[in-house]
């Protein structure tokens, strides 16, 4: 076995053994936190993974994962996201993030939304309808400490629109990355939605821990033009702790680039309750550069799918821009 991938292995191994000693029955505040949306995982990338990102955290995904990893954006790059989920509930995210000599600045928007139905009486059709959900907007700042460290952080202000009221509150996110073993080996961990809503109730407070594994295939020694190494495999895993009102939770995942234009991805998601969400997901990604007046802007279309028998399936659809 190559030696890159015994590595992977032994890192995953290490972290899948941490759930054993945080076994737990459902937790004692499991649904007091408010504006769950926030628990929402954006991006197809990450979910096609499993959920696991925080160690790997090197495109415009990171905004919603751990904002330290926005020092891999070299230029510019935006990414939007349409999540499909059950019973018509809508969620979308928007992240923006630019660098600025050392510096690289964000912009982010995470939104929830569904019609819910308003009657009076025993009718075939509702007499209105109201949309509820919640929205997210942050601004993003990270700063690198030489080639192998980083910090970032978030400010949130935070919506939730509910049918007879509104609620506004403030919320951060404070991460930081580790690249190792040239730039091979990545180390994260965030602190995910510290903050609060009007009124004293709590955000879904999170702690992410997670490592990532990465090869590259080198170019040839004859190649015409000097060329970058293309990523071939990413090995991830991620720990989730959610410090407010639910149990761990654990998650794995590959990535398979192949010619440095389509990759496939599978992860798993492991959680210490009955969660229904816990099981697989797949993914699948397309990159390619922009040809004649477009050829400084690089396109990346990627879907994730989540198959759940219990709620329903799950469809993200995402598109990168880099330019």
Do not use: C
Not at 16 to 23: K, W
Not at 305 to 316: E, I, L, M, T, W
């Amino acid at each position: 076995m190559h030696r890159s991938v015994v590595v992977a292995v032994v890192i995953l191994t290490l972290l899948l053994t941490v759930p054993q000693s945080f076994a737990a029955d459902i937790h004692d505040s499991a649904g007091t936190a408010g504006a769950a949306f926030l628990k929402i995982e954006p991006g197809s990338r990450p979910v096609g993974m499993g959920g696991a990102f925080t160690g790997l955290a090197n495109d415009i995904n990171t905004i919603f994962w751990n904002p330290a990893g926005l020092t891999a954006v070299h230029t510019r790059e935006l990414t939007a996201m349409q999540h499909f989920s059950f019973v018509d509930i809508n969620n979308q995210s928007i992240g923006y993030a630019q660098r600025a000599k050392q510096f690289v600045w964000g912009a982010s928007f995470l939104g929830s939304f569904t019609e819910i139905e308003r009657r009076i009486g025993p009718t075939e059709t509702p007499d209105s309808t109201v949309t509820v959900g919640g929205f997210a907007t942050g601004l993003s700042l990270a700063y690198p400490f030489g080639t192998t460290a980083s910090i970032g952080g978030t400010a949130k202000f935070i919506s939730q629109q509910l049918d007879i009221q509104n609620v506004y509150g403030i919320g951060a996110d404070l991460g930081v990355i580790l690249r190792l073993m040239d730039n091979h080996l990545g180390i994260g961990l965030t602190v995910q939605n510290a903050g609060i809503l009007g009124g004293g109730e709590n955000l879904p407070m999170a702690l992410r821990a997670g490592l990532a594994y990465r090869t590259w295939k080198q170019p040839e020694a004859d190649a015409e033009e000097a060329m970058p190494p293309r990523e071939l495999w990413a090995f991830v895993a991620d720990a989730h702790l959610p410090l407010i009102d639910a149990n761990p939770s654990f998650h794995i995942g590959i990535e398979r680039w192949f010619y440095d234009i389509v990759a496939a991805r599978v992860g798993y998601r492991i959680g210490l309750n009955e969660n229904p969400s816990d099981g697989l997901s797949i993914g699948i990604g397309v990159r390619k550069s922009g040809l004649d007046s477009l050829a400084n802007i690089d396109f990346q279309f990627d879907y994730a799918f989540v198959p759940d028998a219990y709620v329903g399936n799950s469809h993200r659809i995402s598109v990168i821009t880099r330019f």
